[in-house]
Structures are given as structure tokens and as C-alpha cells.
């Protein structure tokens, strides 16, 4: 008799899960690590954001009160070019390819293994990234135009209706134009350049680490074999004079 044909029995086994998936049934325990772990994440993202977004916007709200309304509008494009920034970063990490980075590590090059850790970690760096910092940074920079839109009617002595109508429309359709055009840009450059921007990213992980003391990855150093290899030379030279 020949052999028979048809999938072999690990196929329909790592199938199975699939199917009670589909029937309704054990749907609860297929999902539950990966559900447990979803909602960890969101409340650590929700925690987070809210901490990081009052931050901000205290701190905006507060550095506005006190300058005028020119240095209002370098903070508003400055929180734009974070928001750009991390976006490109957050892009840069899901696109960026793991295996260059082992060769760099191999050579110990600074950063390379916090480059590996980094697109090990690509959903979560880049939630933060995109989702925490970039969002957070563009609603922070629509409330701070807000407030230099008012700063600079104040120093025109302008209380028309037409007036501010045009300057508030004028300036926060400027500010949201250049966000989304910069972030568009952003992502083009992150997609063709990922591997170097995440190599510069891991260098600065690695500054902040030696330098700071400010660890982001739990990163393993490469163990020396040198005194390993010097032990077996010096045991393989007795044996063969004896």
C-alpha cells in the first residue's frame, strides 16, 4: 500500500484552534493571552497619554501666558515638529528590517542591539510613537494656536468679527496644513530610510543608558568568549605536550 495522501496530522492539529474559532466554541481560551494583554496595553496607553497630555498642556498653557505672541508661534511650530518627528519614528520602526542591525551588533556598533529591540517591539513603539506623542502633540498644538490667535488680536487692538474670523481660520488652517503635510513627508522618508532612523534612535537609547543612566530596553550585553577560548588553548597545549 502506498502512502496516503492528504495534510499531515500537525496541519489539522494547528488547525484546530482556527476551527473552534470559526464554530464559536473555546473562543474565550484561543483569545484570552492575547485579549489579557490587549487590555493591559490600552490602559497602560490610556495612564500614560493622560499623564503625558496634561504635561503638556499645563506646561504649553503656562510658557504661552508668559511671551508673546511671536514665541507662541515658535512653540506651536515646535510641537508640530514633534509630532512630526515621532511619527516618523513610530513609521520607521514597523518598516525597518532586524537583520541588518545583527551585523551591526556583531561589529558592536552603539546602538544596534536597542536598534533590535526596537523592531522586535515595533507595535508598541510605534503605538507610542503615532498614537501617544504624535496625537498628543497635535491636539496640544491646536489649543496652543488658540491661544496665539487671541495673544496676537490682543496686540493689534483688532475686536472685529471679520478680523479674528480670518486670522483664527487663517493661522489654524496654516498650522493643520503644515502638520499634515509634514507627517506626510515624514512617512516617505521613514519608509525609504527606516533602518537609519532606527539606528539613530537606538544610538540615543543608548546615550541615555551610558551616559544618563536612563534604561529603555532591558538590553543584554554580548559575554566575551576571550577568556572561554583562553582557557581551552591553554588545556589543548598541556594535553599535546604531555
Not at 51 to 73: D, K, M, P, R
Not at 216 to 223: E, M
Request: glycine letters at 10%.
Amino acid at each position: 500500500m502506498g502512502k496516503p495522501t492528504g495534510p499531515k496530522p500537525q496541519c489539522l492539529l494547528g488547525m484546530l484552534p482556527l476551527f473552534h474559532y470559526y464554530m464559536g466554541k473555546g473562543t474565550a481560551n484561543y483569545m484570552k493571552f492575547s485579549l489579557r494583554n490587549s487590555i493591559r496595553w490600552s490602559v497602560f496607553i490610556f495612564i500614560f497619554t493622560f499623564i503625558l497630555a496634561c504635561v503638556f498642556s499645563v506646561s504649553s498653557t503656562t510658557v504661552l501666558e508668559g511671551v508673546g505672541w511671536g514665541i507662541g508661534v515658535l512653540i506651536v511650530f515646535f510641537l508640530v515638529l514633534v509630532g512630526i518627528l515621532f511619527d516618523m519614528m513610530g513609521i520607521a520602526s514597523a518598516a525597518a528590517q532586524e537583520k541588518p542591525y545583527h551585523a551591526m551588533a556583531a561589529e558592536r556598533v552603539k546602538g544596534a542591539r536597542h536598534a533590535i529591540h526596537i523592531v522586535r517591539n515595533a507595535d508598541r513603539f510605534s503605538s507610542i510613537c503615532n498614537d501617544v506623542v504624535g496625537d498628543v502633540a497635535g491636539i496640544i498644538s491646536g489649543a496652543a494656536s488658540t491661544l496665539v490667535v487671541i495673544k496676537f488680536l490682543a496686540s493689534i487692538d483688532q475686536n472685529g468679527a471679520v478680523v479674528t474670523t480670518v486670522v483664527t481660520v487663517g493661522f489654524t488652517a496654516f498650522v493643520s496644513a503644515l502638520t499634515v503635510g509634514g507627517k506626510a513627508m515624514g512617512k516617505s522618508m521613514a519608509i525609504h530610510y527606516s533602518n537609519r532612523i532606527v539606528l539613530i534612535v537606538g544610538k540615543c537609547f543608548y546615550f541615555l543608558e551610558e551616559r544618563l543612566k536612563i534604561r529603555i530596553f532591558q538590553v543584554r550585553k554580548a559575554k566575551s568568549g576571550n577568556g572561554r577560548r583562553g582557557k581551552t588553548h591553554a588545556a589543548g597545549k598541556r594535553e599535546s605536550t604531555r
